[in-house]
């Protein structure tokens, strides 16, 4: 049995007050449930988001980090920074990350590597563009995300994995239960060729415009295991309504 999972990764958004407004409300909406949650803030508010969270059992996570430990790096924050933060989750690979900062498979390795040996868990995020799926190429996309990034990759224990549908995210548009499910089976199915024991555990993400409206029809599915949120999270009452749903 899989404890679901719900993540807020709040990219690029937020203030101090904002945000001490928000995880103040969402704490105070979040019902005791089963599920899991972590709250993924832009990296300078870290320290802030660690003190709001200090009493309760949302977990903190960051939504990148460097592939290398330490050194004259301009810019880059370290999985050890990040732990040292309170830190127990980050984000690798994102779509955005991917299509902005050109990331490569190749790198995403070498983060997911230096995430786990800090401590961190890693969550790798997959997915197709439009033009992909109606190529008919998204498992075959999909497929090479997941051994690019994870084919070297020792501990198959610490790690969730986002399926993030490019054209579902930020766009209101979703995939459906089925087309989501019948990805996270595929996705399950790869999992099981690098490591059979642990794809049973390994929890498995939706992320592409989750909403409180159709959170409980995805979460019913039997390869999805919770979500990877993004506008949704930035709402207390909707993101609170999410996690109640898994
Ligand atoms: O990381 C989150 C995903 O990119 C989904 O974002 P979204 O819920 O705004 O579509």
């Given at each position: 049995m899989r404890q679901p999972l719900v993540i807020a990764n709040w990219k690029m958004h937020g203030k101090s007050a904002f945000n001490e407004a928000l995880v103040t409300d969402f704490l105070a909406k979040l019902?005791?449930?089963r599920a899991e949650c972590v709250l993924c803030p832009p990296s300078v508010y870290l320290g802030q988001i660690a003190g709001l969270l200090d009493s309760s059992d949302v977990m903190l996570g960051a939504q990148d980090c460097s592939h290398?430990?330490?050194?004259?790096?301009?810019g880059e924050v370290s999985a050890e920074m990040l732990r040292d933060c309170g830190c127990t989750w980050v984000i690798v690979g994102h779509s955005e990350r991917r299509q902005?900062?050109?990331?490569?498979d190749a790198l995403l390795a070498a983060k997911l590597a230096m995430a786990q040996r800090a401590g961190l868990t890693p969550v790798l995020c997959v997915g197709e563009t439009q033009e992909q799926r109606e190529a008919g190429e998204a498992e075959q996309v999909v497929r090479a995300q997941l051994l690019g990034a994870?084919?070297?990759?020792?501990?198959?224990?610490h790690l969730a994995i986002a399926y993030e549908p490019v054209w579902a995210i930020g766009t209101g548009l979703t995939a459906s239960p089925e087309q989501a499910q019948a990805m996270h089976e595929f996705i399950r199915d790869v999992m099981r060729e690098l490591d059979a024991r642990s794809a049973e555990s390994l929890r498995l993400l939706y992320g592409g415009s989750v909403k409180p409206g159709n959170a409980s029809e995805l979460f019913?599915?039997?390869?999805?295991?919770?979500a990877l949120v993004?506008?949704?999270?930035?709402d207390a009452e909707a993101f609170a309504a999410i996690v109640s749903a898994a």
């Open positions: 019902m005791a449930g290398i430990d330490e050194g004259a790096y301009t902005y900062h050109q990331e490569s994870l084919d070297d990759l020792s501990d198959y224990r019913a599915q039997a390869d999805i295991d919770g993004g506008g949704a999270s930035l």
